[in-house]
T-cell receptor, first 113, second 114 residues
Framework: GDSVTQMEGPVTLSEEAFLTINCTYT??????LFWYVQYPGEGLQLLLK?????DKGSNKGFEATYRKETTSFHLEKGSVQVSDSAVYFC????????????FGGGTRLMVKP | DSGVTQTPKHLITATGQRVTLRCSPR?????VYWYQQSLDQGLQFLIQ???????AKGNILERFSAQQFPDLHSELNLSSLELGDSALYFC?????????????FGEGSRLTVL
């Protein structure tokens, strides 16, 4: 079945550091890929998405590129802020399967001033 | 604020009991999804409803059931509760059942079974 694997956290960085959170997936067909973010005490919010190979999703300084050859969708940000501290979830959505997202385990990011 | 409302925010109950979690989707959204978030299982899809009808089922136990009412709000019923059912239960909604991937999540209902 479909699965998403993320690097385990927590990831602790200093403000303005470079961020990479690794995500790889296993799925039949050509899924759409997503990053969701969960701030403390809140529900998940869509951060960015990519629907086909080589697409780059971007939002709020975060980027991720859909790499079909390596089945990866790594999240990057050039300079993190304290306000980016949250849990980040990678997810996939197989075409023609509605919005039944399959999530990774989540990666907690802690940014220190 | 996502526009999705879940009640109650916190619930503490005992093993063997039954609880009902309620979700009001964003205005205009026809699809409702339930997810369970626990420390050991991560975020697991439970069930989806679209305009009152069940559309997809995930890892939902037989002790759990859900429904979506004509006004589109949804309820998740959890019965014969066990310690392992302690988790954060999220409701999410989307406009349709098309493959867009953008779900709008509520803040969750935290269930503690003692």
């Amino acid at each position: 079945g479909d699965s998403v694997t993320q690097m385990e956290g927590p990831v602790t960085l200093s403000e303005e550091a470079f961020l990479t959170i690794n995500c790889t997936y296993t799925a039949t067909g050509y899924p759409s890929l997503f990053w969701y973010v969960q701030y403390p005490g809140e529900g998940l919010q869509l951060l960015l998405k990519a629907t086909k190979a080589d697409d780059k999703g971007s939002n709020k300084g975060f980027e991720a590129t859909y790499r079909k050859e390596t089945t990866s969708f790594h999240l990057e940000k050039g300079s993190v802020q304290v306000s980016d501290s949250a849990v980040y979830f990678c997810a996939l959505d197989r075409r023609n399967a509605g919005n039944m997202l399959t999530f990774g385990g989540g990666t907690r990011l802690m940014v220190k001033p | 604020d996502s526009g999705v409302t879940q009640t109650p925010k916190h619930l503490i109950t005992a093993t063997g009991q039954r609880v009902t979690l309620r979700c009001s989707p964003r205005s205009g959204d026809l699809s409702v999804y339930w997810y369970q978030q626990s420390l050991d299982q991560g975020l697991q899809f439970l069930i989806q409803y679209y305009n009152g009808e069940e559309r997809a089922k995930g890892n939902i136990l037989e002790r759990f059931s859900a429904q979506q009412f004509p006004d589109l709000h949804s309820e998740l019923n959890l019965s014969s509760l066990e310690l392992g059912d302690s988790a954060l239960y999220f409701c999410a909604s989307s406009l349709g059942q098309a493959n867009t991937g953008e779900l709008f999540f509520g803040e969750g209902s935290r269930l503690t079974v003692l």
